[in-house]
């Protein structure tokens, strides 16, 4: 009788309660966009203000992908994603201007849109705690003809 019921435990209750113990894990460390809740974050708006011309920003750890890097003078909306594991934001200063979005949660999203000047190289980089140092920086380049990417390495970072 105790082999029997040792033999039920182990190929029955057993497995059942680890994969209960490991949904309640997952549970506790998933998403959540800081509200409380666990609903994920809606994508970043497609277009921005109208004639505005959308740029894709990755945020890792610790570097910045940016889908354009040379732009024509104009109006841009910056559609930032952090893709990493710890809070990011993006900052852009130069020729006068200075904007940033507001401190991304893993998976969040904002857009930023900024005028850029003609002849002018602007500083784009995450201003949270070091990250900048950390390698989480690049620069824009205004005039000449817009050049697309795949996608834009700045640096190699320090990512984990």
Known sequence: MATTLMTFVRRNVGPGLAAGALAGILVACGGGNGNGGGSPS????????????????????FKMELSERTLKAGTYTFAVKNDGHHDHAMEIAGSGTEHKTRTLAPGESANLTVSLKDGSKYQVYCPVDGHKDLGMKTELTVGGTASTGSGTNTTDGNGY
């Open 42 to 61: 809606s994508a970043p708006e497609q277009g921005g203000k109208q004639g505005t011309t959308q740029v894709d920003v990755k945020l890792v750890d």
